[in-house]
């Protein structure tokens, strides 16, 4: 029973990440045919780090990872959930705009 347990949790988690893998890919697909996009994903991803990123291993500028989960919690009712890659383009010409 753990076995497969075990396993269920590691396909799930490889799956997870092919399609943040496949979300991140659109994303730079779009932003390679509109430059104006790729600056709104970069201001969007800037407003979304986490707070002193840089005193942390990667000290990359990336969001925290319980606040992401919390957004696709609220916004699509899963904490694994993985918005659609017209949802975050909608999302930053929106935050453009404002």
């Known amino acids: ?3 497969n347990y075990c396993r269920d949790s ?3 988690a490889i ?3 092919m399609t943040w893998t496949r ?4 994303l730079t697909l779009r932003c390679m ?3 104006r996009l790729a600056l709104d994903l970069m201001r969007v991803a800037w407003r979304f780090r986490a707070r002193a990123w840089y ?5 990359l500028p990336l969001p925290d990872r319980t606040y992401v989960r919390w957004r696709m919690h ?3 009712g899963s904490h694994d959930a ?3 890659t017209e949802d975050i383009v909608r999302y930053a010409r929106w935050a453009r705009t404002m």
Do not use: S
């Not at 979300?23 to 659109?26: A, D, M, N």
């Not at 005193?55 to 000290?59: D, E, K, M, Q, S």
């Open 1 to 3: 029973m753990r076995e």
């Open 10 to 12: 590691v396909a799930h």
């Open 15 to 17: 799956f997870h990440h």
């Open 23 to 26: 979300l991140i890919l659109g």
């Open 33 to 35: 045919t509109d430059p």
């Open 55 to 59: 005193r942390r291993p990667p000290f």
């Open 74 to 76: 609220t916004a699509y």
């Open 82 to 84: 993985v918005p659609p």
